[in-house]
């Protein structure tokens, strides 16, 4: 429950800034000069704005993409333990049967021979 909590107060915060974002964007609407490899173009100072947050936001959510992926690995991984773990139980118990099983058949093999032993 708790990454479900941090998710919506990310979520959240990402809205509020969003809305903080849109609401200077508008207001500041003034072209400013944009150089790019030596050429100049008036850009909106609002549009640079929002495309500074989208760009954010992009990275952002690359970046929780990418700690979700390792937080499922880790659950894949530990539930690969709990089934070797599981595994190796039943492994010993099976050998511990298995054993029972050669004490068994060598007590009767025992029997037998001391019962042959007394008819003879």
């Known amino acids: 429950m708790r990454t479900k909590s941090f998710y919506y107060v ?6 509020i800034l969003g809305i903080a974002v849109i609401a200077l964007a508008v207001q500041n609407f003034q072209t400013i000069p944009f150089t790019l ?3 100049a173009a008036p850009l909106s100072l609002g549009a640079t704005l929002i495309g500074a947050w989208i760009a954010g936001l992009v990275a952002s959510v690359a970046v929780w993409q990418t700690k979700l992926v390792e937080v499922r690995s880790e659950k894949k991984l530990q539930q690969w333990d709990v089934q070797d773990q599981k595994l190796a139980k039943e492994v010993a118990s ?3 049967k298995l054993l029972e099983a050669k004490v068994a058949t060598l007590e009767a093999a025992l029997t037998k021979a001391l019962e042959r032993k007394k008819s003879s």
Do not use: E, Q, Y
């Not at 990310?10 to 809205?15: I, M």
């Open 94 to 96: 099976d050998n511990v």
């Open 10 to 15: 990310v979520l959240s915060t990402a809205a």
């Open 37 to 39: 490899f030596g050429g």
